[in-house]
């Protein structure tokens, strides 16, 4: 028995506790701690840096990290034999689980013949006004009973874990009533207690106008006001709210009217902007100091310049242009020249049905020409920021959760290299092996 003074350099938490661990990874060819000085996102030439241990070794006691160092280290700390679970990973690269911090997958019913209507050159918004969309999706939700939305939504996080993600923020929006936009937070609720992986709820109302109030969205940002934020608050479903602000969607100032109706109600503010038009949606992010805001392709550069002097996050989601086949993808390398964070997520939704963040990383690095290094740490420690989650998660370091990928490549380079396929090996989450991909044991 060992005594291990473990503290969260992020957190300040001191906890002393004396320890063997249960579980041990050693042997890591590369073990990407991401070891984030005093809980900020990575920014500028900070992405790159991944605090990388040559043959790592990580120990962990129930849920806990409770040594990070090299193997001899781990060998000479504690009794080897005596460890329960021992995780060989040889020529293998070892990384902080990834973190989606922007998805929908609360949703019945799917949109696979969009395609064709995209392949004739349909735009979203033609799409949308033709009654399909977020409005068909939102038809077939409002129809789901509680359960088919918690399977659906069970079924997507155990794919999410598959390849790797150990948390998740996702949203209602598909509801577009009090009452099945509360469904839609109810299932999320039952989901994060029935489901390894940690979820982060967000309402989102505002998605988009329902069929009911067409040309009155003033009329339903009041409901949203005056009856679907009071009551989602007072029942605790949601730590933040988002609004779609997009031309013919939420104005400007409808958005503002919603964060800042949320802000009052104790919700966190985020954003989907300056998607398809800009709306100067980097702008109004700054003002309203959006913890994230989604999409961003194609935001000006004053409300980009406002966005790094605030420091919100911008969350980067390449599988939407991806699947709308848009020539453009957010201004990734700009925004790291301005000193934005960026975060990377899949935005999970009928439109973009992604599981998988090693499929985002890949884009990210082919489309946004983020480098191998930029977008692990876009895809970690940074979306962990975009959920004010860096406290517990997006690294691995002592005191934190023990959530890990051992992938089946000797180096992080290979992430987005070999893409297309799972290369995640074993996933741990809160110390636990919840995915074990190798048969050859
Ligand atoms: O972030 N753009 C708005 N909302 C989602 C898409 C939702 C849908 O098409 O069902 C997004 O891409
Ligand atoms: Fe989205």
Not at 266 to 292: F, M, R, W, Y
């Amino acid at each position: 028995m060992i005594k291990l003074f473990v503290t969260s350099t992020y957190s300040k938490k001191e906890v002393f506790t004396s320890v063997d661990p249960d579980l041990v990874v050693y042997n890591c060819n590369e073990l990407v701690t991401m070891n984030s000085k005093y809980g900020a996102p990575r920014l500028y030439g900070d992405m790159s840096k991944l605090a990388i241990i040559n043959d790592g070794a990580v120990a962990i006691k129930d849920d806990r990290i409770i040594f990070i160092g090299t193997t001899d280290e781990l060998i000479s700390k504690f009794e080897f034999g005596k460890i329960s679970i021992k995780i060989d990973a040889t020529n293998k690269l070892v990384t902080p689980g990834f973190i989606d911090p922007h998805t929908h997958i609360i949703f019945d019913g799917t949109r696979e013949n969009e395609l064709s209507m995209k392949l004739e050159g349909k735009t979203y918004i033609d799409i949308l006004k033709a009654g399909g969309g977020i409005l068909k999706t939102v038809h077939k939700t409002r129809q789901a009973p509680l359960e088919k939305l918690v399977e659906n939504g069970k079924k997507i996080l155990d794919r999410m874990m598959l390849y790797g993600t150990t948390t998740v923020e996702t949203k209602s929006g598909y509801g577009l009533t009090t009452e099945s936009e509360i469904k839609q937070l109810r299932a999320i609720k039952i989901l994060n207690k029935q489901h390894p992986l940690d979820i982060i709820p967000t309402f989102l109302g505002a998605h988009t106008i329902p069929p009911e109030y067409k040309d009155k969205s003033d009329d339903y940002v009041r409901l949203i006001i005056s009856e679907m934020i009071p009551k989602i608050a007072k029942e605790n479903l949601a730590e933040y709210c988002d609004v779609f602000c997009e031309e013919g969607i939420f104005t400007r100032k409808q958005t503002k009217k919603v964060l800042k109706t949320a802000i009052r109600y104790g919700l966190k503010p985020q954003i989907h902007i300056d998607e398809i038009v800009d709306t100067n949606g980097a702008l109004l992010a700054s003002e309203i100091k959006a913890i994230q805001t989604g999409h961003l392709l194609k935001s000006n550069d004053e409300g980009l310049k406002a966005m790094a002097e605030t420091g919100v996050i911008a969350t980067l989601l390449p599988g939407t242009p991806f699947c709308l086949m848009l020539d453009d993808y957010a201004p990734a390398r700009k925004m790291i020249e301005l000193g934005i964070p960026i975060a990377l997520a899949t935005d999970l939704n009928p439109n973009c049905w992604t599981e998988s963040m090693q499929m985002i990383i890949a884009l990210a690095c082919y489309h946004m020409k983020l480098s191998p290094a930029e977008a692990l740490t876009a895809a970690t420690i940074n979306s962990a920021c975009a959920v004010q989650r860096q406290d517990e998660i997006g690294s691995l370091e002592i005191g934190k959760k023990a959530d890990l990928i051992v992938f089946d490549v000797p180096n992080h380079q290979f992430l987005p290299y070999h893409f297309g396929v799972n290369l995640a090996l074993k996933v741990i989450k809160n110390g636990k092996i919840v995915v074990d991909n190798d048969f050859s044991t």
